[in-house]
């Protein structure tokens, strides 16, 4: 009987230590390659940031939980995490770059983002993705708190991924 017992357990382990050998795209979505256009009119192709895990915030100017979630997002940027900030639903006559700057951030905006939203089925303000570097989202939050502790958890996480 203690034999058998044994040799469940060891299959049992086998079959955990084959499911946690999968990929991480099993685990997490791939992000389709972006091609965001940048307020400074330079193009970013999110396959060019292989290799670096970054947080993806898409935001709008008039959005005031974006407001309230940005200077958390501020504190992860200043971690060493890049943080993108991806404008979209905006006025004709918006600047998203000039209205983060106006607030004190430092994180780089993409500009004109409503057909990339639409492409990931993102519909509202704010959506935070935060991207592992092998392009995989890690985490997908709505959250305007800027004391969530998965904000802060999944930043950490994606950190320590980053070589020395």
Known sequence: MKQLFITIT?????????????????????????????ADGSPLNTQDLLGQPYVLHFWATWCPYCKKLQPALQKIDDMGLKVIAVSFKE????????????????????????????QLGIRGTPTTLFVNKEGNVIWLTNTSNPEDPNLHLNARTLLHSIPE
């Open 91 to 118: 006025d004709n006559d918006a600047t998203p770059a000039k209205a983060l700057s106006e607030r004190g951030y430092t994180f780089k905006t993409a500009v004109k983002a409503d057909a990339i939203a639409q």
């Open 10 to 38: 060891l299959i049992l382990l086998s079959f955990t230590a084959y499911a946690q050998d999968t990929s991480s795209e099993a685990i997490y979505p791939k992000l389709p390659t972006l091609n965001l256009q940048m």
